[in-house]
């Protein structure tokens, strides 16, 4: 089954950000880091979804060139997919473009790859697998 996992956010800073959520009285994880993907991370919970702030740790990561050019805000939108491989080999048989043919692990050690948002209605989608 799908469902939304989580939004990614992209922000300047998790410390400051956090303190929103943490106000609103949702959960925050602790800081995490991804080296491939140059971010680190908290995720918030709300509900069956999380709020996922992404702080980029390195000028040239893919997070800190969208804040330059789009400023902080919605990064993309995450869909848990039941069966990660099956659903990219589908799509790149439907001529879906992918931002990487490769499917990597994220944050908490789940799966992951992202849609290009060419190919979804200027959405970037990341569709992750526990």
Sequence with gaps: MFKIDHLGIAVKSVATAKKFY???GLPVSEEEF?????VKLVMASAGDSRLELLEPTSEDST???FLAKRGEGL??????VPDLAAVVERLKKDGIRLVSDEIKIG???HRYVFVHPSSSGGVL??????
């Design 22 to 24: 943490e106000k609103l």
């Design 34 to 38: 991804v080296a491939a993907e140059k």
């Design 63 to 65: 997070i800190a060139k």
């Design 75 to 80: 990064h993309h939108v995450a869909l848990k």
């Design 107 to 109: 944050a908490g050690g």
């Design 125 to 130: 989608f990341e569709l992750v697998e526990s």
